[in-house]
């Protein structure tokens, strides 16, 4: 039976499929990778490890290389406008920044604070001590419960680099997800952030204004998100690059980039029968601008911009804020005497938004300005738009990696993904069954051990 697969990068067609029969033990002749971002090149590397040298692994791009890890440039020097932040417990990222000789910047100082629209309602002081103090008059011991329910989580997690360490896969979010915390994992996916930190009892002041603040400015959403976020075949893909129509046929193709409608991902399919599973929700809207210019202290009540002590400002979800959060950012590349702009002075800032800032709502933010660089992500998924997790394989040998966002979005996440699809496709591909979705994995590891 034959299917095919059409993809259009750009101008990149892609067609399915031959009469090519698998020998048992031959590896993949060539493998395809969809999209360049963070999922996209992690996959190849470790399809790469995986496969050995032998195999062509091909990676298509229609964009820039990256994805929604990108760049822009003001007065000669790089600022982040996509994913810039990585945790020390990130494993995956963290390898990756060493294997790639990649130099940890310096860390420079400053306070944040949330803004309610009228006052700041929480000050981040140059005292540890005065700030748990405040913290814990205003909430109580909300922020013990909630740090506590972060670290088993965190913990929990943590079993993934343990799993793939030993070469254990699996076909599905819900299978990956169960294996780390049981149906607690599966049912964060399905139930609200602010649901699960009710019950878990900490306070609404809390989620609302410290929660919600740090939602606004992760994923530009409130705290309504998810808590947690036979036969063989080829596919021939047929691809426009430089003018010039090309097909090639791949054993294993993985879909890195997201198949929601309102992402124009130019990626269609032909000829399965039956159709393909449909990848349902869509992306949420997060606007970054970069601007080069003098920050409006008088706004948030401070007529005196040397007396203003805020680096970065967080927001609750008030209606009629015109800005998710507002920060004065450090470039890529920070040299040995580099200080922060104080906020009288003509600095750098990056300001998350819902829609694009017109002329009225800069003139709000900023005294004056000289430059503002927009870029208009579908970063995140609009959680609540979908009622399940997507598939990770499409088809035989056909995998999607994007999948994993609707459980949670972010550069390790994204990693993991990558990672699992690696030792999914080819533990499929040498038919090793008992790699995929075992049960008991905590004790098989300790057993291996």
């Known amino acids: 039976m034959n299917h095919s697969l059409l993809v259009l990068l750009s101008f990149v067609h892609v067609l399915a499929d031959s009469d090519f029969a698998k020998q048992d033990g031959a590896p993949p002749s060539k493998i395809a990778v969809i999209g360049a971002g963070i ?4 996959t190849a590397h470790f399809l790469r490890q995986h496969f050995g040298p032998e195999v062509r692994v091909d990676v298509f791009e229609k964009g820039s290389v990256g994805g929604r890890l990108a760049t822009v440039t003001v007065n000669q020097q790089d600022y982040e406008s996509g994913g810039s932040i990585i945790h020390s417990l990130n494993l995956h990222m963290q390898d990756f920044v060493q294997q790639l000789g990649l130099k940890y910047r310096k860390s420079v100082a400053g306070k944040t604070a949330v803004f309610n629209g009228e006052e700041f309602i929480l000050e981040e002081t140059d005292w540890y001590l005065l700030d748990l103090f405040r913290v814990w008059w205003r909430y ?6 909630l740090q506590m329910w972060v670290e088993e989580i965190m913990e929990k997690f943590m079993r993934i680099y343990k799993y793939q360490a030993h070469g254990y896969a699996f076909s599905s979010v819900e299978e990956l997800l169960h294996s780390l915390g049981g149906s607690g994992f599966i049912n964060m996916t399905r139930r609200s952030l ?14 609302e204004e410290v929660i919600a603040p740090i939602m606004r400015v992760n994923y530009g959403q409130n705290i309504s998100i998810p808590a947690f976020v036979g036969d063989y075949h080829q596919y021939e893909l047929t691809y426009d690059s430089q003018n010039d129509k090309t097909s090639e046929l791949y054993d294993i193709v993985v879909v890195a980039t997201p198949l929601q409608q309102n992402v124009n991902s130019g990626i269609s399919f032909q000829g399965f029968e039956p159709q393909l599973p449909e990848i ?10 970069i601007i080069h210019g003098y920050l409006n202290c008088s706004y948030f009540g401070f ?11 967080l927001t609750t979800d008030t209606p009629g804020l015109i800005f998710n959060s507002a920060a004065s950012v450090c470039p890529v590349n920070i040299t040995s005497g580099f200080r922060r702009k104080q906020p009288q002075e003509a600095g750098v800032y990056k300001v998350f938004s819902q829609v694009p800032l017109g002329k009225s709502e800069l003139k709000t933010l900023f005294k004056s300005y000289y430059s503002v660089q927009v870029t208009d992500w579908l970063a995140y998924p609009s959680y609540g738009s979908t009622q399940g997790l997507p598939p990770v394989e499409l088809h035989e040998n056909l995998y999607f990696l994007n999948g994993i966002e609707w459980a949670g979005s972010a550069m390790e996440m994204s990693s993991v993904a990558a990672k699992n699809i690696a030792l999914l496709a080819y533990h499929r591909w040498n038919r090793q069954l008992e790699m995929i979705d075992q049960k008991d994995l905590m004790h098989k590891v300790k057993t291996e051990l």
């Open 140 to 145: 109580g011991i909300s922020f013990i419960r």
């Open 280 to 289: 349902t929700g869509s992306y949420h809207q997060t606007v970054a601008s």
């Open 39 to 42: 999922g996209g090149t992690a």
């Open 303 to 313: 007529p005196d911009p040397k007396l203003f002590p805020f680096s970065s400002i």
């Open 194 to 207: 602010s649901e699960s930190l009710l019950e878990l009892g900490v306070s609404q002041r809390f989620i």
